[in-house]
């Protein structure tokens, strides 16, 4: 949205719109965590399969001794978390939408074509990390355990745990969409290649940092499966902003 006068949007224009992406984003979540509450158990299974086999432990007792649950309210949090996150998963194609909407400039007759590139590539990318964080997990779990001493039995509160996974899984979601938001502006015509490219040291760095400050885990090897995607991506975003100004100034020129 753009005044008329002066091509910019006022101040106060720009808090309306943040609202109004921001109502819809939570409406999105919010019913699509309806379906995370309504499948619990199911959604709960999975996470929890990298420690402990929630299907085994119906017939075998203490299978899952690790595991427990503190407080009287402690199933309901649990739950209500889980609902949260798989509302943010599964409604991610509505919410990337709106974020996109409000970070890009007025694209006028373009708007809707780069509005359809951007939700196409993203959600993909955002399951894609979402899907490389759950794969890695095991092994996540297994080198932080593997810091327990062999005299000591870990008991592992079942809260901490989910909460862990669901950090993990939203952290790479959200950091694979830094390519697709890299590409998307530069064929809105906000950044170009050269923009993108120039402080590649700069963004190397950025990228490690946000993977040592953003992971839930201490970890080299879970932040290293982070980070060298992301930077393998930084500079694939680069390389194609690099050919599609190519693209446009030959264009132009003819």
């Known amino acids: 949205m753009t005044t008329e006068d002066s091509g910019r949007m006022p101040l106060l224009e720009h808090f309306r719109e943040l609202r109004k992406r ?8 919010a019913i699509f965590g309806s379906l995370g509450w309504i499948f619990y158990s ?24 690790v595991l427990y649950i ?16 798989s509302g943010v998963i599964l409604a991610s194609p509505f919410w990337l939408y709106q974020l996109w909407a409000f970070v890009s400039p007025a694209l006028h007759n373009r708007e809707k074509k780069y509005s ?3 939700i196409s590539v993203a959600t993909p990318f955002f399951v894609m990390g ?25 008991l592992i509160k079942f809260s901490d745990y989910l909460t862990f996974v669901l950090h993990l899984i939203l952290v790479f979601g959200l ?23 120039k402080p590649w040291r700069l963004a190397v760095f950025g990228i490690t940092l946000f993977s040592a400050t953003f992971v839930p885990t201490s970890d080299p090897f879970t932040m290293g499966v982070l980070a060298v995607p992301l930077v ?12 599609n100004d190519r693209r446009r100034a030959k264009k132009t020129v003819e």
Request: net charge positive; aromatic share 10%; with cysteine.
């Open 175 to 197: 950091a694979f969409e830094l390519p697709v938001f890299l590409v998307a502006l530069n064929f809105a015509g906000v950044l170009s290649g050269k923009t993108i490219l």
């Open 130 to 154: 979402a899907a490389l964080a759950y794969w890695i997990l095991p092994l996540a779990i297994k080198v932080l355990l593997g810091f327990t001493p062999t005299t000591l039995t870990n």
């Open 70 to 85: 503190d407080g009287v309210l402690g199933p309901l949090n649990l739950q209500i978390s889980v609902a949260i996150v």
């Open 232 to 243: 393998g991506f930084y500079f694939a975003a680069g390389g194609t902003a690099v050919l």
């Open 22 to 29: 921001v109502v819809r984003s939570a409406l999105s979540i």
């Open 116 to 118: 359809i590139f951007f």
């Open 42 to 65: 199911k959604i709960v299974r999975i996470l929890t399969k990298p420690v402990c086999d929630l299907s085994r432990a119906a017939s075998t007792p203490h299978h899952c001794g």
